[in-house]
């Protein structure tokens, strides 16, 4: 168990709706990190965020936007679905920018029908 | 651009045997490495790392060796286990610039008794 939090495990919608994953980080951990990964591909990085701020943006669509709210967690908001979105949906967290090691979720698999 | 390339899909060795996994980069900006296993259903887990100034790094069963001049980084497992059966993720970072952790595609391995 990696101590990071991600809701919900598994999510099936259909084309043109909008979701919300969550990720609570680690206890203690600052900085969240989401990262999409699709069929046979790497993790592709989104976005990070540092103690509520945006710190790095990576090949996050338009149609995706994130935040980190005071109490850390962090929420990926994705709209107007396509048929292409459906991925596994990693959090991950650490203690600061820089430390390195990412501890990551167990993902949030999403399903566009 | 795939700035972090992970040749070979899968590999298969039997128990008791090295397994060596290889990672290539195009980016000389990367100073900071990490391996990173993944199980099923699971999120990645921080297996080792090495930093730029060193060329190998070992944590009992599994070594990272560093060739900056051929932009080239391999992870060494001896003996293997059937339990390292798993996806494993060569990632990279500019560590003094920049904390996000460019992905591979990822390796399957499968040791068999």
């Known amino acids: 168990d990696s101590g990071v939090t991600q809701t919900p495990k598994h999510l099936i919608t259909a084309t043109g709706q909008r979701v919300t994953l969550r990720c609570s980080p680690r206890?203690?951990?600052?900085?969240v990190y989401w990262y999409q990964q699709s069929l046979d591909q790497g993790l592709q990085f989104l976005i990070q965020?540092?103690?509520?701020?945006?710190?790095a943006k990576g090949n996050i669509l338009e149609r995706f936007s994130a935040q980190q709210f005071p109490d850390l967690h962090s929420e990926l908001n994705l709209s107007s679905l396509e048929l292409g979105d459906s991925a596994l949906y990693f959090c991950a967290s650490s203690v600061a920018p820089g430390s390195g090691e990412l501890f990551f979720g167990e993902g949030s698999r999403l399903t566009v029908l | 651009d795939q700035q972090v390339k992970q040749n070979s899909p899968s590999l298969s060795v039997q128990e008791g045997r090295i397994s060596i996994l290889n990672c290539d980069y195009t980016?000389?900006?990367?100073?900071?490495f990490l391996w990173y296993k993944k199980y099923p259903a699971e999120g990645p887990t921080f297996l080792i790392s090495?930093?730029?100034?060193?060329d190998k790094n070992e944590d009992g069963r599994f070594t990272v060796f560093l060739n900056k001049s051929a932009k080239h980084l391999s992870l060494h497992i001896v003996p293997s286990q059937p339990g390292d059966s798993a996806v494993y993720f060569c990632a990279a970072s500019k560590f003094r610039v920049s904390d996000k952790l460019i992905f591979g595609t990822g390796t399957r391995l499968q040791v068999f008794p």
């Open positions: 090495i930093s730029s100034i060193k």
């Open positions: 965020y540092y103690n509520g701020e945006e710190r």
């Open positions: 980016n000389s900006m990367f100073d900071y």
């Open positions: 206890s203690g951990d600052l900085s």
